[in-house]
């Protein structure tokens, strides 16, 4: 690997070695401190290219933001304004203020710079694509470890790395787990280098999708094979429609161009029509035996949910209570706030708040549409893009984007390749690597 490491660009190196690295950062517990570093010392580093321009060398040199880029930025800088006005409205004080600013640079902020990171610096997706590879191979040789761990009577939680003083979300970002007990069936589940199962979900899925574009099938296998036990062995139902919506979703994007697809849809209605009342019928069972796969856990959160919509609509309708508050015992004690981006958003930031996460996000998801419906070269951002928005419904993006960051690179590529019908054109030389 020494071989390849070398044919890389810098920047690419760093961004290259960061991802192989996750589970030495992991044993540190340094992961939620690495992920906004290298957010904003690469972007720091990306404006000083484009500030010098000619006088960096060639592989250094940064291009111009796109017009999506430009967009997350206006609106990422709005969320600011955003909670420093929700703030004010809840009289929050100096100090909460400080520290939840220096949440937003840890959060919200970082999809502005890792796109911008992306769009700008002459990465190639490629690099991206062979670490998250990489790093499944690194997990194929851990994962023994893990699995027999709870059979031997191993603890669950190792330590809690000293690094939390740094402060975060909670200790639970901060600690070294080898696998975890569902209390509401006593079986394990695996998290894997992230805090929790659900979030491991989404890292694999994130995996899995990159593996699927790798080129050398050596890679290509370890990184699907890596991907998919994460997703399973999380056991996140989350995980499992991602897999379907968010592989299959982009690759048949483009048959909307070919006339065949066309007839072919047009007789999928006619029969659907003839067979709709038991169609709805099955799909009405599925999603009810769905929610019952773990109905604690869909419980708790339908509370979260029900709690958080209704005290924004009756006490913070537009900028919202400015943090997340503590939920009382029908919540299990978990923040309000919590485990859903946008009813977070609506209770945190109100109904301007969850706009300026909205709005850019729906103006990115239709242009990487556009973009593979035109070019295979988009099923790759679209599948990652679609990933986080599905599990923005059960989660909080805000504070998973720290080790969402290679998709969000990937995505920002994508922004900055101009599409055309006959074919595409990029911004930047993106060569394939074969090495």
């Known amino acids: 690997m020494s071989g390849y490491v070398q044919t890389l660009r810098p920047v690419e190196r760093v961004l290259y070695r960061t991802i192989t690295l996750t589970w030495v950062f992991y044993l540190f517990g340094a992961l939620y401190v690495v992920g906004p570093v290298l957010g904003w010392s690469v972007a720091g580093f990306t404006v000083l290219a484009l500030y010098l321009g000619p006088t960096f060398r060639e592989d250094l040199r940064a291009d111009p933001p796109s017009l999506t880029v430009l967009i997350w930025f206006v609106f990422m800088f709005g969320m ?40 700008s610096m002459r990465i190639r997706p490629e690099v991206l694509i062979r670490g998250q590879c990489v790093l499944g191979m690194q997990t194929l040789l851990i994962l023994p470890l893990l699995v027999v761990a709870p059979m031997v009577g191993l603890p669950e939680k190792l330590f809690v790395s000293p690094l939390k003083a740094v402060g975060g979300p909670g200790p639970e970002y901060f600690s070294v787990f080898l696998y975890t007990v569902d209390p509401s069936s006593g079986a394990s589940r695996w998290q894997f280098f992230t805090p929790w199962s659900p979030f491991a979900a989404l890292v694999g899925l994130i995996m899995t999708l990159c593996a699927l574009e790798e080129k050398q099938p050596m890679w290509r296998t370890c990184g699907i094979v890596a991907g998919l036990l994460i997703v399973l062995m999380s056991k996140s139902r989350m995980g499992i429609i991602g897999l379907v919506v968010c592989g299959f979703g982009p690759r048949l994007l483009p048959l909307v161009l070919k006339s065949w697809a066309w007839f072919a849809l047009s007789a999928f209605s006619t029969a659907m029509v003839a067979a709709g009342t038991w169609l709805l019928t099955t799909l009405a069972d599925g999603y009810q035996a769905f929610r019952e796969l773990r109905a604690d856990s869909t419980r708790v959160r339908d509370a979260l949910q029900s709690i958080a ?127």
């Open 80 to 119: 600011l304004v955003v909670l420093w006005v929700g703030h004010f409205d809840y009289a929050l004080g100096t100090g909460k203020t400080i520290k939840s600013t220096i949440g937003w640079a840890k959060g919200w902020a970082l999809f502005t710079l890792f796109l911008f990171i992306g769009a």
């Open 309 to 435: 919509r209704e005290r924004w609509r009756t006490e913070a309708p537009w900028f919202g209570h400015g943090s997340v508050e503590p939920g009382a015992h029908v919540t299990e004690h978990m923040l309000i706030g919590t485990h859903h981006t946008w009813f977070g958003l609506l209770f945190v930031k109100g109904a301007v708040g969850l706009l300026m996460f909205a709005l850019p996000m729906v103006w990115t998801v239709c242009y990487l549409i556009r973009m593979t419906v035109l070019t295979p070269e988009g099923r790759l951002p679209l599948g990652l893009l679609l990933a986080m928005l599905l599990f923005s419904f059960g989660e909080n993006l805000e504070v998973l984007v720290y080790m969402l960051w290679p998709g969000l690179v990937i995505i920002g590529h994508a922004t900055a390749v101009r599409v055309s019908l006959p074919g595409t054109r990029r911004v930047h030389n993106s060569a394939l690597l074969t090495h």
